[in-house]
């Protein structure tokens, strides 16, 4: 069960033992710190990914406008942003697991009012292939 304000987890490496990566849910600051790195624009995107974090913990991104064309494993992408452009715009795309943990599928950021340029997705992210821009309209 949840403690907390959260209602989501985010499901990451959360440290290491004897050198090897431990894995487990993850808190707010761990899970900005991954997602920076897997983003690899730096810190101008921390406080922008640090709000986004929080939507996706607090489940707010609803079904990212009711668009299941980028789907993954059968669950409906959900999406939560703040700003846009490269500079510091952060996306979150994410589908929510069984046990309230929500799986992070891609990072980008707004390029128009429904188009998204993708930083990283997951390589298992099927429904968007080899794009690295994605338009839900």
Not at 85 to 109: D, H
Request: proline share 4%; charged share 15%; glycine share 18%.
């Amino acid at each position: 069960m949840n403690k907390g304000p959260y209602k989501m987890f985010i499901v990451g490496e959360t440290g290491k033992v004897g050198g090897k990566p431990t894995f487990g849910n993850m808190t707010q600051d761990q899970a900005v710190a991954w997602l920076i790195a897997k983003d690899g624009r730096g810190n101008n995107i921390r406080n922008n990914m640090k709000t986004c974090v929080s939507g996706v913990m607090s489940d707010m991104g609803g079904p990212g406008g009711g668009n299941v064309r980028y789907s993954f494993d059968g669950q409906p992408m959900r999406h939560v942003s703040m700003g846009a452009g490269a500079g510091s715009g952060v996306t979150l795309f994410y589908i929510a697991r069984p046990g309230n943990v929500a799986k992070i599928i891609g990072i980008g950021y707004h390029i128009g009012a429904q188009t998204y340029e993708l930083q990283w997705k997951d390589s298992s992210w099927n429904t968007v292939g080899k794009a690295n821009k994605i338009s839900l309209d």
